[in-house]
């Protein structure tokens, strides 16, 4: 059984910046598949970034050049780095992983399904 748990959530005004954190318990988490989902009121479930067990990288278009995903592998960790937010990137924050028995680059991650998720951060961008 795998574990995960998100912080970092909290309000801020447009322009502002977050860090969120992602932590993952289970055996050999430096293959995971990791991935940062969102979902406002109203919508659907949204992928965000996305991050392979050798650190390539996809994100959403709406967020591109703007998140940043990252994992440090000693502290079984995932960050998603949030500069410049707008109102639009209010929702909750969903961290998941997908442990894996091979290193997969985010490609082959981005065709799998995320076995375990955490329980969600909010995050509020005001005007």
């Known amino acids: 059984q795998v574990q995960v748990v998100e912080s970092g959530g909290d309000s801020v005004q447009a322009g502002g910046s977050l860090r969120l954190s992602c932590a993952a318990s289970?055996?050999?988490?430096?293959?995971?598949?990791m991935y940062w989902f969102r979902q406002a009121p109203g919508k659907e479930r949204e992928r965000v970034a996305s991050?392979?067990?050798?650190?390539?990288?996809d994100y959403a278009d709406s967020v591109k050049d703007r998140f940043t995903v990252a994992r440090d592998n000693d502290k079984n960790t995932v960050f998603l780095q949030m500069n410049n937010l707008k109102p639009g990137d209010t929702a909750v924050y969903y961290c998941a992983a997908d442990p894996s028995n091979r290193v997969l680059s985010v490609k082959s991650c981005l065709s799998r399904r995320p076995t375990y998720w955490g329980q969600g951060t909010q995050v509020t961008v005001s005007s």
């Open positions: 991050i392979g067990a050798d650190d390539t990288t």
């Open positions: 289970g055996p050999a988490y430096w293959r995971y598949c």
